[in-house]
């Protein structure tokens, strides 16, 4: 599946409970994704399932501020998008 259809899905699906929720509350609820994420990296849940709840949490929270996936990913379509290589050779590290 395409980002772009992905995030269309999830808005379809999702966007008026979400905004009825507000960015706020949506952005916790994917914030708590995240965490269940870290939970089945220990061995704690289905990871292929948690992590896609975090991809669906995150277009929820694109939609409601307005922001594409497609565009946001596209930054990295050549590498990194600091010095532009594949792999990164940025001497700055998180």
């Known amino acids: 599946m395409e980002i772009a259809s992905f995030q269309q899905t999830i808005r379809d699906t999702y ?9 706020d509350g949506t952005f916790r609820w994917f914030t708590e994704e995240v965490g269940e994420v870290a939970g089945a990296l220990r061995g704690k849940g289905d990871l292929m399932h948690e992590i896609g709840d975090v991809l669906a949490w995150l277009a929820s929270v694109a939609s409601l501020v307005g922001v594409s996936l497609d565009e946001a ?13 594949k792999p990164c050779t940025c001497a700055f590290v998180r």
């Open 15 to 23: 966007y008026d409970r979400d905004a009825e929720r507000g960015v």
């Open 73 to 85: 990913a596209a930054r990295y379509a050549n590498g990194c998008p600091r010095c532009g290589s």
